[in-house]
């Protein structure tokens, strides 16, 4: 299989120079055919600008394709892309280049298989920890002898490694709940110790040995969609019951009170409503509140 993987690979290189026009002069700059956008490479696949198709191969799956080809023999899709039903615009490419939506039965199966794959779902634990450590710190104050930290090797790869994958950090919780009683110096010390973690699931994260440049994109991108599926952040939080207001049996109104009514003598109820103020870990009576964190899936 690596054999027919190297083959194949080989073939859509040949066809890639081939490609590259031979009519220009030699610095004539070279254009998209659809919008007429400069182009400052001769391998794009698809046109920045426009997103359109330049390249003769599928951009699916990577696989050659003739002229007269409908569809890709290999992947299937077909050759003048397809619509995702969610922005209505022309793709080239497995997963929407504006949301992210997984656009053909085998990017929604490989997104649906990261999600299962436990260097994700490690690697989404880590950057929400990551988040909720960074808010943590910042409500801890600065060091004590007041000059900015830089950051640390480790922190520098983390960032080029997620570059690299294309993954965005997790956003940081709107409110911090801090474990009672921790200095400044044990949540750095967390902090330090979950960004050693990440790095080490993240360099494991790699696509198997033999795929196509556009296997590995598709790898990374399902990869990407499913982070921000399985993304969460754990809290913790005291149940409050609130009351929202009587609603009389009469006229089904919801007044502030019983006095605000004018039949009031028929009777009515309070109406209220539960919700979970965050405190910090530790306090007496808190429950550990997990929450999907939603986010607009990594636009392209």
């Known amino acids: 299989m690596e054999e027919n993987l190297k083959a194949r690979e080989r073939e859509r290189t040949a066809t890639r120079q081939a490609e590259q026009p031979q009519h220009q002069e030699k610095d004539a700059p070279l254009k998209c055919p659809h919008c007429g956008a400069a182009l400052d490479r001769p391998d794009y696949e698809i046109c920045p600008v426009c997103g359109g198709k330049l390249a003769s191969y599928c951009t699916f799956c990577g696989a050659p394709m003739s002229p007269s080809d409908i569809d ?53 634990r880590l950057l929400v920890k990551i988040a909720q450590l960074e808010a943590e710190l910042e409500t801890a104050g600065t060091p004590e ?86 993304m969460e952040e754990r809290w913790w939080g005291i149940k409050v019951t609130e009351t929202m207001g009587w609603v009389c049996n009469e006229c089904n109104v919801l007044h502030n009170n019983p006095s605000e009514c004018c039949v009031a003598e028929f009777g009515g109820h309070w109406v209220t409503c539960d919700s979970m103020q965050v405190v910090e870990e530790g306090t007496e009576g808190a429950e550990l509140c997990i929450t999907k964190i939603e986010k607009k899936v990594y636009k392209r």
């Open 145 to 230: 002898d007041g000059t900015p930290e830089e950051p640390t090797e480790a922190e520098i790869r983390l960032k080029a490694l997620m570059a690299k994958v294309g993954f965005t950090a997790a956003e940081k919780p709107k409110v911090t709940s801090r474990k009672i009683g921790r200095s400044r110096e044990e949540i750095l010390s967390e902090y330090r110790q979950a960004i050693e973690d990440a790095n080490k699931v993240m360099e494991e994260m790699l696509p198997p040995a033999g795929m196509t440049p556009q296997e590995q994109r598709n790898y990374y991108t399902a990869r990407k969609v499913a982070m921000m599926e399985v």
């Open 72 to 124: 890709c023999p290999e992947c299937g899709m077909p050759a003048d892309g397809v619509e995702c039903p969610a922005c209505h615009i022309r793709n080239f490419r497995p997963f929407c280049r504006q949301c992210g939506q997984p656009l053909s039965k085998a990017a929604r199966r490989a997104v649906e298989k990261a999600k299962q794959d436990p260097k994700v779902l490690e690697t989404a």
